[in-house]
């Protein structure tokens, strides 16, 4: 274990810079589920089926970002920074282009995509509402996130949580006049949350290029410097970014099959997943801002050729991994019925039972997620093996979550928490790959290219 305080100082605050990113991130989508489940059961139902193809984005945009990220902080740990704009370059385009793809199967293919994730005709009806204009943000989000995960590489988190933290202002300020009708607005229902959600993200971008332009004074980025890119590095960042975005294209997909498998037992099953699935978003950022914080500092690391702080490093961050886990599960088991007052009176009996049972599973694997996930993501990502996890998890996903919990929802009539903790328990044993991986310390690769200077 690392005795220095200044490392759990340092780690912590990059830890919680970067949950208040994703805090505020999921809050838009937070407060878009609560805002409309205070308006009507099927516009959240709705949404939240829509929330699942932005999901699938944000995963894809994670995984452009993260093979920038990756690199970017080995050769940062190296103190070169000239090769960390051709890397940001290259994971917009890649990332641009996943975006537009999306954006093509949503605008001309809703009411299909839909149906596959339900089979309730009045929320498929308010998703499509939803779709016709949330699918224009797809492409300046992926541009907004790209950038700010690119900066992470250097250390630079600030200005991720001040662009999050105007988005969420300016949503929830819009949702409350456009979804309701209040102060002279007209009442759009699910159609006023996608524009305030376009209209919030309108404003990350000007942020963005405001920061670039005037405070960033590391990498100086410009549109310039981003466009006319050394393409030699699409080599390098697709080596390293492949097997993440891989694997987080199919953690993607089987999050929406997984909502399909629920969607199609019921309304009432599909809106107590939303609440669960936010709720568990929202309370395990500090997780996730772990995970994102380990990356760098082990990247950073390996870059710095201090092989020999290496292991206690890895040491002390899974035991902080494991207190984090505790901490969330904790928090989403009590804080349960405070969180279903929210809704008001807009949720069944069967809705409200079901969102309780499914939170309580939450607070179970919620542990497992905290050390596998922020090892997996954390330590061994950022040691540069991008390849374990998108193994790994096509084994998981494919051969056994999808496949048992379809049988179980579909073939053997089980109840819907069973199906839900089916649709989970991948979080709990997937510790055991993980932490062999680990031990084995085969995880720990040089991703830079050696002569520095190049």
Request: glycine residues 8%.
């Amino acid at each position: 274990m690392i005795k220095d305080k200044t490392f759990y100082k340092s780690f912590m605050f990059l830890a919680l810079s970067l949950a208040l990113q994703n805090l505020l991130t999921y809050g838009v989508n937070m407060m878009d589920t609560v805002m409309l489940g205070r308006y009507s059961q099927d516009a959240m139902g709705g949404v939240s089926l829509c929330n699942q193809v932005q999901y699938l984005l944000q995963m894809l945009v994670v995984g452009a970002g993260e093979g920038a990220v990756v690199l970017g902080s080995q050769y940062w740990g190296k103190g070169n920074l000239k090769p960390i704009p051709h890397i940001i370059g290259v994971a917009l385009r890649f990332g641009g282009s996943l975006a537009v793809l999306l954006f093509c199967v949503v605008a001309f293919f809703p009411t299909q995509l839909l149906s596959l994730l339900s089979n309730d005709s009045a929320v498929i009806a308010e998703g499509q509402k939803y779709f016709q204009i949330i699918c224009f943000t797809y492409i300046i989000f992926t541009v907004n996130n790209i950038l700010v995960a690119s900066l992470r590489s250097i250390g630079i988190v600030k200005i991720g949580y001040i662009i999050s933290g105007s988005t969420l202002v300016i949503n929830v300020c819009l949702n409350y006049c456009l979804i309701y009708g209040n102060l002279g607005f007209p009442e759009l229902g699910v159609r006023g949350a996608a524009i305030a959600t376009l209209v919030s993200r309108c404003v990350e971008l000007l942020i963005v290029i405001y920061y670039l332009k005037y405070k960033e004074n590391t990498l100086r980025l410009t549109l310039a410097k981003l466009l006319r890119i050394d393409t030699s590095y699409m080599r390098d960042y697709t080596r390293v970014s492949s097997p993440v975005l891989i694997n987080q294209a199919l953690w993607g997909v089987a999050q929406m099959v997984q909502t399909g498998i629920l969607g199609h037992l019921g309304g009432d099953v599909t809106a107590a997943n939303a609440i669960a699935v936010q709720v568990f978003q929202v309370l395990s950022v500090v997780a996730y801002g772990s995970a994102s914080a380990a990356g760098i500092v082990v990247g950073r690391t390996i870059g710095e050729g201090n092989e020999k702080r290496l292991r206690p490093l890895v040491n002390t961050l899974q035991v902080l991994f494991i207190t984090i886990g505790i901490c969330s599960g904790f928090l989403i088991f009590v804080l349960r019925v405070p969180i279903l007052t929210v809704f008001g009176g807009t949720l069944t009996d069967q809705a409200y039972e079901l969102s309780m049972q499914f939170m309580l599973v939450l607070s179970i694997t919620t542990v497992g997620t905290s050390y596998q996930m922020a090892c997996d993501n954390g330590i061994i990502r950022g040691g540069g093996d991008t390849a374990f996890s998108a193994k790994m998890n096509l084994i998981s996903m494919w051969l056994i979550i999808v496949p048992f919990s379809a049988m179980a929802a579909f073939w053997w009539k089980c109840a819907p928490v069973v199906v839900f903790f089916l649709l989970k328990w991948d979080q709990l044993y997937k510790t055991i790959p993980v932490v062999i991986r680990l031990r084995s310390w085969k995880w720990v690769k040089k991703v830079t290219r050696p002569d520095a200077a190049e």
